[in-house]
């Protein structure tokens, strides 16, 4: 009798296996029809010159299964540091009102969070060009011990015991497997499709909107002594330029730590001037805390000693008081407050994200 029990309940456990494994195959078969999506480029922008999602085909299910990674604390080593911990949503996704960010157990990064948005346009991600692919770019502050502080294989291993993740890694690769790789693709297709391009500027140049006659001879001052380096419509040429900073207390000689060129030292990657009314303070360190205080720092007080500052900067920028307040209100319409506030961005309560992958 025994024997005839112990039969029945292995044969029963096979069963219940093998039932389970089709289960979860039919589950992967009736899942996998991800969505397509399509980066926005806005009318007049030029196209991304490299494809970020070449190898990674953005879908709304990567998107979500990439807001949800992004906002997930639990990535860190003391599950309270996120992706949106350093770039929040309300500030241009930049950390706000801070020149360092948090990190794990109350450390300070060592350079100031910049703005994610319309990250598919850039060649290069940092301060320094340190990382080519937005696919990767994670892996730094995610490994960092002053910032998310984990290391990968944690990551995966509490991804994969979340059980909520599940069906969300189905809805976007076809099956529950978690890897690094498929994390960073899912975390790329959300960061890289950020796209700021509605601010008052985008309106005027869409003929919705006019300049006030002080926004529109700061925009003739821009263009006459700024757009060599902040160039429309991104206003950013993704390059890197000394522009006069001295040494800071982390003495961070920028992309020079990266290529070992001593021509290239303090050389930091130019940033886009959209949102900057969002993202202060200002500089790689922050220590430059308003708009007026950076045109300030052009005007008199850049280290035209040093041998390496940037051709353009030489001879200095040249505004007189007025100019330099008709300059700020013309940054001032670059503000995409429309980004701060799209709840396509925001962190969902649950709910919306599993709505999403019923329905599909």
């Known amino acids: 009798m025994k024997s005839l029990i112990a039969t029945i309940i292995i044969s029963a456990t096979c069963i219940f296996g093998i039932a389970l494994l089709g289960a979860e195959k039919n589950e992967g078969k009736r899942a996998f029809k991800p969505r397509p999506m399509k980066l926005e480029i806005p009318k007049g922008w030029p196209k991304p010159e490299k494809?970020?999602?070449?190898n990674n085909p953005l879908t709304v299910e990567g998107f979500m299964l990439g807001k949800r990674l992004f906002y997930d604390g639990n990535l860190s080593k003391d599950g309270q540091v996120s992706c949106a911990s350093c770039h929040q949503q309300f500030a241009a996704f930049a950390t706000f009102d801070h020149d360092l960010s948090h990190g794990v157990a109350n450390t300070l990064t060592t350079r100031n969070a910049p703005g994610l948005f319309n990250l598919a346009w850039k060649k290069e991600m940092h301060w320094d060009g340190g990382v080519n692919h937005l696919e990767v770019q994670p892996l730094n502050p995610m490994t960092a011990p002053n910032e998310m502080g984990e290391t990968l294989d944690n990551i995966v291993a509490k991804v994969?015991?979340?059980?909520?993740?599940?069906r969300f890694f189905v809805a976007a690769f076809g099956s529950q497997k978690v890897n690094m790789q498929r994390i960073l693709k899912a975390l790329a297709q959300f960061t890289g499709s950020i796209v700021s391009a509605n601010s008052k500027y985008d309106k005027v140049m869409r003929g919705e909107a006019v300049f006030t006659a002080y926004e529109l001879k700061g925009y003739e001052l821009f263009k006459q002594k700024c757009a060599g380096c902040h160039r429309e419509p991104l206003f950013t040429d993704h390059s890197f330029r000394n522009n006069g900073m001295p040494l800071n207390r982390f003495k961070d000689i920028g992309r020079q730590a990266i290529t070992l060129n001593p021509a290239d030292s303090l050389k930091f990657l130019v940033p886009s001037l959209r949102n900057a009314q969002l993202t202060f303070p200002y500089m790689h360190d922050g220590s430059i805390y308003s708009i007026p205080q950076v045109i300030?720092?052009?005007?008199?007080?850049?280290?035209t000693a040093d041998p390496n500052l940037d051709p353009l900067l030489r001879g200095g920028i040249h505004l007189s008081l007025l100019e330099k307040n008709q300059l700020t209100y013309f940054i001032y319409t670059l503000t995409d407050s429309s980004l701060t506030k799209d709840k396509k961005y925001a962190p969902d309560n649950?709910?919306?994200?599993?709505?999403?992958?019923?329905?599909?």
Request: hydrophobic residues 25%; neutral net charge; aromatic residues 14%.
């Open 296 to 303: 300030e720092h052009y005007r008199s007080k850049m280290n």
């Open 350 to 360: 649950g709910i919306i994200m599993q709505q999403t992958f019923d329905n599909h």
């Open 51 to 54: 494809n970020v999602f070449d």
């Open 160 to 166: 994969k015991s979340d059980t909520a993740y599940r």
